[in-house]
């Protein structure tokens, strides 16, 4: 079965660091991994995801996730980090097929906290 | 892009009474949907997938009789939770599938905060 980890609940970093929000996954075959940020109260906005191609995939607000096979990880980065970046962001994946059993699995969620 | 609508946004119901919340695939057409439910600071699980015009396939520990899902047509669907309870009170998000190719994507709503009291 197809599962994703984000190993913290929450990640602190000042403004104007650079942040990363981990996110490892199993998966049998190819995966397709999707990061998404919900804030309080809201749905989720999509940010980026990976299919296939180049490892390093860029997404909205300055986001990007690097896919790294040997290490099934796909973790989230953003050289510098914005208050408004403060968000609940979640992992998730799916497999590549069309099918009725094909669905997106979410991770926990890690809360990324950005201060002044 | 696609965009997928909920409606209510919030609703507060007493106990013992029952609500419903649609979602609606607002420019394609979505021939499966998901319902996610998310308790605070937590994530998302998904509680079922329906398919237009067939029954919503569950997820195991969800019931099916207090979860009521109607997809009706190829762009609207609806959850219904009966004799709602204070412990349903919770986050619900919709989701609509629709296939490119030989995939699909995947778009969320915004969500409905069900609130029973």
């Known amino acids: 079965a197809q599962s994703v980890a984000q190993p913290e609940d929450q990640v602190n970093v000042a403004e104007g660091n650079p942040l990363t929000v981990k996110c490892t996954y199993s998966v049998s075959g190819n995966p397709y991994l999707f990061w998404y940020v919900q804030y309080p109260n809201r749905g989720l906005q999509f940010l980026l995801k990976y299919i296939t191609g180049d490892n390093l995939v860029k997404g909205s607000y300055g986001f990007e996730a690097e896919f790294n096979k040997s290490q099934t990880s796909f973790h989230l980065k953003k050289p510098s980090a914005l208050v408004s970046d403060s968000a609940l962001y979640f992992c998730?994946?799916?497999?590549?097929?069309?099918?009725?059993?094909?669905?997106?699995?979410f991770g926990s969620g890690t809360r990324l906290s950005i201060r002044p | 892009g696609a965009v997928v609508s909920q409606h209510p946004s919030r609703v507060i119901c007493k106990s013992g009474t029952s609500v419903k919340i649609e979602c609606r695939s607002l420019?394609?057409?979505?021939?499966?949907m998901f319902w996610y439910r998310q308790f605070p600071k937590q994530s998302l699980m998904l509680m079922a997938t329906?398919?237009?015009?067939?029954?919503?396939?569950?997820e195991q520990g969800v019931e099916k009789d207090k979860f009521l899902i109607n997809h009706a047509s190829l762009t609207l669907s609806t959850l219904t939770v009966t004799s709602a309870h204070p412990e349903d009170s919770s986050f619900y998000i919709c989701s609509a599938r629709v296939r490119d190719r030989d995939s699909y994507e995947q778009y969320f709503g915004p969500g409905t905060r069900l609130t029973v009291t």
């Open positions: 998730a994946v799916r497999d590549p097929g069309y099918s009725s059993a094909s669905k997106i699995i």
């Open positions: 329906s398919n237009e015009g067939s029954k919503a396939t569950y």
């Open positions: 420019d394609f057409q979505a021939t499966t």
